[in-house]
């Protein structure tokens, strides 16, 4: 029953800029982290940021100062603000629950950065 909804993905020029959300519906949100993860045809899933029910972040090295993770618990969304995007942060962006027990995933948005 637990749900998470991605969107906000697209293409963009390189230098542009997205916002992705994603919204956890059937279970609580506020007490857990959420994370958002991308992967790349014929790559590993890789971390690209994290954030904890307090609001305390994490980043890849490959999207510090230009990704900003941030949440809204009262509508139970996280969102990824992606600034100067390079043709390399091309991927499915997945938006992920950190449960202890269960690993919960959305179905991924796509975001392309072409010219």
């Known amino acids: 029953q637990v749900r998470l909804v991605e969107s906000g993905g697209g293409l963009v020029q390189p230098g542009g800029s997205l916002r992705l959300s994603c919204t956890v519906s059937g279970t609580g949100f506020s007490i857990y982290a959420m994370g958002w993860y991308r992967q790349a045809p014929g790559k590993q899933r890789e971390l690209v940021a994290t954030i904890t029910g307090g609001g305390v972040t994490n980043y890849a090295d490959s999207v510090k100062g230009r990704f900003t993770i941030s949440r809204d618990n009262a509508e139970n969304t996280v969102y990824l603000q992606m600034n100067s995007l390079r043709p390399e942060d091309t991927a499915d962006y997945y938006c992920?629950?950190?449960?202890?027990?269960?690993?919960?995933w959305g179905q991924g948005t796509q975001v392309t950065v072409s010219s």
């Open positions: 992920r629950l950190h449960h202890p027990l269960y690993e919960y």
